[in-house]
Every structure is written in structure tokens, then in C-alpha cells.
């Protein structure tokens, strides 16, 4: 069973930066996207930013778009998300995914995911 864990969340100021991650640790998850969705409070789930482990490609939200970056490690089982220039509106629950053999548009579009962490808090405040 694969299990996702992330790290990296906390409280930042606005305009500052926080790298969060997602490791699997034990698996290598060749045949994946994998990315990270966000929830605030009131608000629907929504994807941020995916890649896709064939051939890296990825996908991000217009509204994340020039300040964050999704890379991943060689061994394809980390994922990590560069966040910069946060913004108090980027403040919610960060949750990583995986999905088998999808593209990223089709992984960030729904909910349905084959795994998913537990989340880790962004909040972005003076």
C-alpha cells in the first residue's frame, strides 16, 4: 500500500516562500501523475500543479501560474512544490495525489485519485 507523505507546510508572510514535499517512500511511482490540490476553508478542492512521471510534463492553475514550480527527485518517488511570492489568498489545506497513468490535465480536473496524503497547512499572513 502506498502511503504519501508530505512536509514542508507553516506560516509565511506575504510575498515569502515555502517548498512543501511528497514522499513515497519505498515506491517508485514510474507510471504516475502526481501532484498537489488545495482546499480553504468554504471553498471546493482544486489542483495547483501536477507532473506527470513519463515524461515530466505538467500542468498548473492559472492562478499559481510564474510563482510556483512542481519538480520531482530521479528516483520519481518525491515530489516537491517551490512556492514563491505567496499571497494571502494561496493560504489552505495542501493535500499530494497520485493517479496511475493519467495526464495531468485529466489528474487535475477530478477528484478521484488512487492515492493521497494527509495534507499539511499553508498559511500566508502578515
Known amino acids: 500500500q502506498v502511503q504519501l507523505e508530505e512536509s514542508g507546510g507553516g506560516l509565511v508572510q506575504p510575498g515569502g516562500s515555502l517548498r512543501l514535499a511528497c514522499a513515497a517512500p519505498?515506491?517508485?511511482?514510474?507510471?504516475?501523475?502526481m501532484g498537489w490540490f488545495r482546499q480553504a476553508p468554504g471553498k471546493e478542492r482544486e489542483g495547483v500543479a501536477c507532473?506527470?512521471?513519463?515524461?515530466?510534463?505538467?500542468y498548473y492553475a492559472d492562478s499559481v501560474k510564474g510563482r510556483f514550480t512542481i519538480s520531482r527527485d530521479s528516483a520519481r518517488s518525491t515530489v516537491y512544490l517551490q512556492m514563491n511570492n505567496l499571497r494571502p489568498e494561496d493560504t489552505a489545506a495542501y493535500y499530494c495525489?497520485?493517479?496511475?497513468?493519467?495526464?495531468?490535465?485529466?489528474?487535475?480536473?477530478?477528484?478521484?485519485?488512487?492515492?493521497w496524503g494527509q495534507g499539511t497547512q499553508v498559511t500566508v499572513s502578515p
Open positions: 519505498g515506491f517508485t511511482l514510474v507510471n504516475y501523475a
Open positions: 495525489a497520485a493517479e496511475f497513468k493519467t495526464d495531468c490535465v485529466t489528474f487535475s480536473g477530478r477528484a478521484y485519485k488512487d492515492y
Open positions: 507532473i506527470r512521471n513519463t515524461d515530466a510534463s505538467t
